[in-house]
């Protein structure tokens, strides 16, 4: 009786290989074996790299470090003002640059959506913006906000509004320049994603609003935003996520005098780029990524579960 099992044990993994090697999706596993490896070894080490640092002590440039534990994270969630500051900056420059977005987008997507003449000249007129690099569009913004030459200044003054016009790269206006162009440099996703699937609504179900009597509020409420609602919501979590880890167009917008302007437009990954490369802590640098890559998962996480609530409930 104790004999059975063992046999029946030792016949199963041969019985294993025998159904591998005979398997139709044996070569096709395979060939996409080194890649999947490979992708997993470029995603994963960086990653698992920078946690294992964030717990170091270590000199940007030597290669050794000191074991420090949570030293890192507790000095910047417990003791460092700067951190916090440069948090709420970038919280409200994402959720600032965010809602103007969706509104110009969405605006947009439905003008574009609209039957006439010219329309797809339009369109691609509309996505201009998205287009070009992004070291373009902040020479092209500087001269237009330049104090002394800019277009913005001499069209103030001419049409009379005020004999003094704001210092648009000044300490007072330059984080809000910066949202404005970040606005403008990015909106195009939100708009082309948007149309995309505005093109798909049937219009029937336009016609029969019109004939209930709805107008183009009632239409756009009732019809229009349940029906992109679940491109809409994928907008949203892209946009946030990567308005929120912006680093770019604000580091060429006023990032590069730190200390002088770059203060006010220092968010959270300017904030980092800062201690690595500034103050040469990559320990710290390391543990301020983690921090931001934490609050984006733990937001993520509400988000989705905010979204599959409503969903249960439509």
């Given at each position: 009786?104790s004999v059975l099992?063992r046999?029946?044990?030792?016949v199963?993994?041969?019985?294993?290989?025998?159904?591998?090697?005979?398997s139709?999706?044996?070569p096709g596993?395979?060939?996409?074996l080194?890649?999947?490896?490979?992708?997993t070894?470029?995603?994963?080490?960086?990653v698992?790299?920078n946690?294992?640092?964030?717990?170091?002590?270590?000199h940007?440039i030597?290669?050794v470090?000191?074991?420090?534990?949570?030293?890192?994270?507790?000095?910047?969630?417990?003791?460092?003002?700067?951190?916090?500051?440069?948090?709420?900056?970038?919280?409200?420059y994402a959720i600032v640059?965010?809602?103007?977005?969706?509104?110009?987008?969405?605006?947009?997507?439905l003008l574009?959506?609209?039957?006439?003449?010219?329309r797809?000249?339009?369109?691609?007129?509309?996505?201009?913006?998205?287009m070009?690099?992004?070291t373009?569009?902040v020479?092209?913004w500087r001269?237009?906000?330049?104090?002394?030459?800019?277009?913005a200044?001499?069209?103030?003054?001419?049409?009379?509004?005020?004999?003094?016009p704001?210092l648009?790269?000044?300490p007072?206006?330059?984080?809000?320049?910066?949202?404005?162009i970040?606005?403008?440099?990015f909106?195009p996703?939100?708009?082309?994603?948007?149309l995309?699937r505005?093109?798909?609504?049937p219009?029937?179900?336009?016609?029969?609003?019109k004939?209930?009597g709805a107008?183009?509020?009632?239409r756009?409420?009732?019809i229009?935003?349940?029906?992109i609602?679940?491109?809409l919501?994928?907008?949203?979590?892209?946009?946030?996520v990567?308005?929120?880890?912006?680093?770019d167009?604000?580091?060429?917008?006023?990032?590069?005098?730190?200390?002088?302007?770059?203060?006010?437009v220092?968010i959270?990954?300017?904030?980092t780029?800062?201690?690595?490369f500034g103050?040469?802590?990559?320990?710290?640098?390391?543990?301020?990524?983690?921090?931001?890559?934490?609050?984006?998962?733990?937001a993520a996480?509400?988000y989705?579960?905010?979204?599959?609530?409503?969903?249960?409930?439509?």
């Amino acid at each position: 009786m104790s004999v059975l099992p063992r046999a029946s044990l030792s016949v199963q993994p041969a019985g294993l290989v025998m159904r591998i090697r005979t398997s139709r999706d044996l070569p096709g596993v395979i060939l996409v074996l080194p890649a999947v490896l490979t992708l997993t070894a470029l995603l994963g080490y960086p990653v698992l790299y920078n946690l294992w640092l964030g717990f170091q002590q270590k000199h940007t440039i030597q290669p050794v470090g000191t074991w420090v534990g949570l030293q890192n994270y507790a000095f910047f969630l417990l003791n460092d003002r700067q951190f916090w500051d440069s948090f709420w900056l970038g919280l409200l420059y994402a959720i600032v640059t965010v809602v103007a977005q969706l509104v110009l987008g969405i605006g947009a997507a439905l003008l574009l959506n609209e039957d006439f003449k010219g329309r797809m000249l339009v369109r691609g007129v509309a996505l201009f913006p998205y287009m070009i690099p992004i070291t373009l569009s902040v020479i092209i913004w500087r001269w237009v906000f330049n104090n002394q030459y800019g277009i913005a200044n001499h069209l103030i003054v001419g049409t009379g509004i005020t004999a003094r016009p704001p210092l648009w790269l000044g300490p007072d206006w330059i984080f809000w320049t910066l949202c404005m162009i970040s606005v403008w440099t990015f909106f195009p996703f939100v708009l082309i994603s948007i149309l995309a699937r505005l093109q798909t609504v049937p219009p029937e179900l336009y016609d029969a609003a019109k004939v209930d009597g709805a107008g183009a509020v009632g239409r756009f409420i009732h019809i229009t935003l349940p029906q992109i609602q679940t491109v809409l919501f994928i907008v949203i979590l892209l946009r946030s996520v990567w308005m929120f880890t912006k680093f770019d167009i604000v580091w060429m917008w006023g990032g590069q005098s730190y200390g002088g302007l770059g203060e006010f437009v220092r968010i959270l990954p300017m904030y980092t780029y800062h201690r690595i490369f500034g103050l040469f802590q990559a320990g710290e640098g390391a543990a301020l990524a983690n921090i931001m890559f934490f609050m984006l998962l733990v937001a993520a996480y509400f988000y989705f579960r905010y979204f599959q609530t409503d969903e249960a409930h439509a």
